[in-house]
């Protein structure tokens, strides 16, 4: 009876991971289509009762309406030319600089003559620039939040819904800074999912969480080779905060199905 339970929990979070990824647009690509139809067909004969076989069939329901975003996501992006940005940005870094001035002349299109374009207009358009208010430039907040995207949970936040205190949050935020050192023992630089991997999927995205903070505020650095799919964590023996213009955006999906495909590597 213990393990049809786990069985069948393990249906309804398919089930809940698929209709996410239909209802807010997620990368279909997500969900292990594969791995949870191997899992299916293990089950399969474990079954006894109607509402196990309607459980069964739902979820390839579910499963097959996936694979059917996936194959619209692959039509899409191919359709626009789409190319990773870090990728490219990887192979940019690599280049030398006279590959990339040559590639640069091969692709340039001097404009040799507008009409209409008088020095004249050129100094107007100069002083309306320099004239202009920089409130224009900043941007306003948006006045709604589009239904099904996630919302960004700050530390700010955190102590506003009194989830934690300002204390308490940096004694857990240095504890998980003395983990993070400890795990590397004077390496430069350790695997990402190895670091946040727990075998518990609620630890594994708390884990995931704080190690956001440790990056945001200079405890770590991030490091991501997007050729060979690794993601790094470079441990900082002194808190360095990130400056503004060295900074960037990174987003990494944490799931269960990515969960469960680490925990299957493990097992290995």
């Known amino acids: 009876m213990k393990g049809k339970k786990v069985n069948r929990e393990i249906l309804l979070r398919l089930i809940s991971l698929c209709e996410m990824v239909e209802k807010r647009g997620i990368n279909p690509f997500e969900v292990e289509v594969a791995e949870a139809l191997n899992q299916v067909r293990r089950m399969l004969p474990k079954w006894k009762s109607f ?13 097959s309406k996936v694979v059917k975003l996936q194959e619209e996501w692959v039509k899409h992006r191919s359709s626009t030319l789409y190319s990773d940005p870090e990728i490219i940005r990887s192979k940019l870094m690599e280049l030398e600089a ?4 040559q590639i640069f002349l091969k692709a340039w299109h001097p404009v040799i003559s507008i009409e209409k374009l008088s020095a004249k207009k050129l100094k107007e358009a100069l002083t309306y620039w320099e004239n202009l208010s920089e409130e224009r430039f900043k941007l306003e907040k948006a006045p709604f939040q589009e239904e ?9 936040e955190l102590l506003k819904l009194k ?13 998980f800074w003395f983990e ?3 795990k590397a023992k004077g390496k430069e ?7 946040v991997f727990s075998d518990n999927y609620e630890d594994f995205v708390v884990r995931s969480y704080l190690t956001s903070f440790l990056v945001s505020y200079g405890y770590a650095e991030i490091l991501v080779k ?3 799919d690794e993601i790094f964590l470079i441990p900082k023996l002194k808190p360095e905060k990130p400056t503004q213009t060295a900074s ?12 469960l495909k680490l925990k299957k590597e493990r097992k290995k």
Do not use: Q
């Open 189 to 195: 630089k350790i695997s990402y999912w190895d670091f």
């Open 163 to 175: 989830i934690f205190v300002e204390e308490e949050f940096n004694r857990l935020l240095e504890k």
């Open 248 to 259: 960037t955006s990174l987003t990494i999906p944490i799931n269960y199905a990515r969960w």
């Open 180 to 182: 993070l050192l400890d």
């Open 148 to 156: 099904g995207l996630p919302e960004l949970a700050s530390k700010d």
């Open 98 to 101: 006279k590959t990339l001035a």
């Open 226 to 228: 997007p050729m060979e």
């Open 51 to 63: 509402d196990e076989y309607c459980l069964d069939a739902e979820t390839i329901n579910k499963l």
